[in-house]
């Protein structure tokens, strides 16, 4: 991102926060796009991704009293985000529970299921469909350094200071992801060739 990028974004930011809706709108219309991209990527569902995307909005819009110009709103606005996909997974994962325990077979089978892949979808999604699976599927401490280096372009230090962590560890994490991802796909891929008549 560019320093001009980062100079334009906290100026609508600080005209947002003295009142000026079309300023936060100009920054929604901005920052929409890469923040799916992040929120679909960590939750693996694009529905998901969406009503993360509106939450950190919301959230942003709340919380601008207490953004800090001197800082980047980028980097504000991608911590909120982060939040929200972090409640995400705490929810997900108390429902699964819940559904483990307390639903039939049936149920919980179907409540576990993703959207099968059609015959007629093109090999591509297929294969992004995998892919964000996969990314989904990572524990925290390998998806979030992943999606914020590789899919949001932090480096490692910008992703280390957004986690509270060393860069070092970061890229341990981020290569850790890499490998778990590898391992995830062939497996996909060698279920998928064993399902073919």
Request: charged fraction near 30%; proline fraction near 3%.
């Amino acid at each position: 991102m560019t320093e001009n990028r980062d100079e334009s974004d906290q100026l609508l930011a600080v005209a947002a926060r003295a009142g000026d809706r079309g300023a936060f709108e100009r920054l929604v219309q901005l920052h929409k796009h890469s923040l799916y991209r992040f929120a679909r990527r960590y939750t693996g569902d694009s529905q998901d991704a969406y009503d993360i995307v509106q939450d950190s909005f919301v959230a942003a819009w709340l919380a601008l009293h207490r953004y800090d110009e001197r800082k980047s709103f980028t980097f504000w606005l991608r911590a909120i985000a982060l939040n929200k996909c972090r409640d995400y997974g705490r929810r997900r994962a108390v429902r699964s529970r819940f559904l483990i325990l307390f639903a039939s077979e049936q149920d919980t089978r179907c409540a576990a299921e993703d959207d099968p892949a059609g015959y007629s979808e093109p090999v591509a999604a297929t294969h992004l469909r995998q892919l964000d699976r996969a990314i989904a599927s990572l524990p925290q401490r390998y998806k979030e350094p992943l999606l914020l280096t590789l899919i949001s372009g932090l480096t490692h230090q910008a992703a280390a200071e957004q986690l509270g962590t060393t860069a070092k560890a970061i890229e341990m994490r981020v290569r850790r992801a890499k490998e778990r991802l590898r391992i995830a796909l062939r497996q996909s891929d060698d279920g998928e060739q064993q399902s073919e008549p």
